[in-house]
Nanobody, 123 residues
């Protein structure tokens, strides 16, 4: 079982930046596809970004494309989400997720989840 721990959330003004990190333990990180999802109050969990384990191909939701960047450091078992030009609609709890089955945009594709980190963007 893979354990995931997110960090880096907080309060930021619109237009600002935050960098989320997720550290994985208990698995073979270099073989894990990693994803970020978010859930705003009263809304369902939505896909944000993902990165494959093999070619490090990245995928993004249209709403964050060009503003967010996902990356991974296999030596540190860590995946990052750099968030720039933040908007009030980016406010949500952000979750890190892992899958040995490859990348996907559906939450059901991922087997392991972190506890989430709150991101609040003030306008």
């Amino acid at each position: 079982q893979v354990q995931l721990t997110e960090s880096g959330g907080g309060l930021v003004q619109a237009g600002g930046s935050l960098r989320l990190s997720c550290v994985a333990s208990g698995g073979t990180f270099s073989r894990l596809a990693m994803g970020w999802f978010r859930q705003a109050p009263g809304k369902s969990r939505e896909f944000v970004a993902a990165i494959s384990w093999s070619t490090e191909t990245t995928y993004y939701a249209d709403s964050v494309k060009g503003r967010f960047t996902i990356s991974r450091d296999n030596a540190k078992n860590t995946v990052h989400l750099q968030m720039n030009s933040l908007k009030s609609e980016d406010t949500a709890v952000y979750y890190c997720a892992a899958s040995y089955r490859g990348t996907g945009s559906g939450a059901g594709w991922y087997d392991s989840w972190g506890q989430g980190t709150q991101v609040t963007v003030s306008s």
